[in-house]
């Protein structure tokens, strides 16, 4: 039985992914959106669009154009922070410039003395302590 290219006729399995669906996929992959949730957009598995990047080249090198097309948007979404620059690894100019302002920040306050609290003779203010201290 061979896969027909229109829904309803002749024999075999429904073409769910057809070349709108995978430019739809392309689509939504490079505009940001993760792989589950591009598939789930078109309205197919996460593992169709797989099966036809292992089965089709052409297709594949595609998905990856989309996919580094689409985390470099990603990662444009993602304000620029020390977290970010030392989670994620990104080297953007605004992420190393917080960064550095946090080290500097860190050393700063590590290199001053901790305040030191007063320490009182509890033993006479205490009445327990007077009790203890008859007691010995």
Request: proline fraction near 7%.
């Given at each position: 039985m061979t896969a027909t290219t229109e829904p309803g006729r002749g024999r075999g399995r429904?073409?769910?992914?057809?070349?709108?669906?995978?430019q739809q996929y392309l689509a939504a992959v490079a505009d940001g959106m993760r792989l589950g949730e591009a598939a789930?957009?078109?309205?197919?598995?996460?593992?169709?669009?797989?099966?036809?990047?292992?089965?089709?080249t052409a297709f594949a090198a595609r998905l990856d154009d989309a996919r580094t097309q689409g985390k470099k948007i990603?990662?444009?979404r993602?304000?620029?922070?020390?977290a970010h620059y030392n989670n994620q690894q990104c080297r953007h100019p605004d992420c190393r410039a917080r960064a550095r302002e946090g080290r500097a920040h860190r050393?700063?306050?590590?290199?001053?003395?901790?305040?030191?609290?007063?320490?009182?003779?509890?033993?006479?203010e205490s009445p327990i302590s007077?009790?203890?201290?008859?007691a010995s």
């Open positions: 429904q073409v769910l992914f057809d070349e709108t669906a995978r789930a957009h078109v309205g197919v598995s996460i593992n169709v669009p797989r099966r036809h990047a292992r089965t089709d990603r990662d444009d993602i304000p620029h922070s020390e050393r700063q306050t590590a290199a001053e003395p901790a305040p030191v609290a007063e320490l009182r003779d509890a033993r006479a007077f009790s203890l201290l008859k």
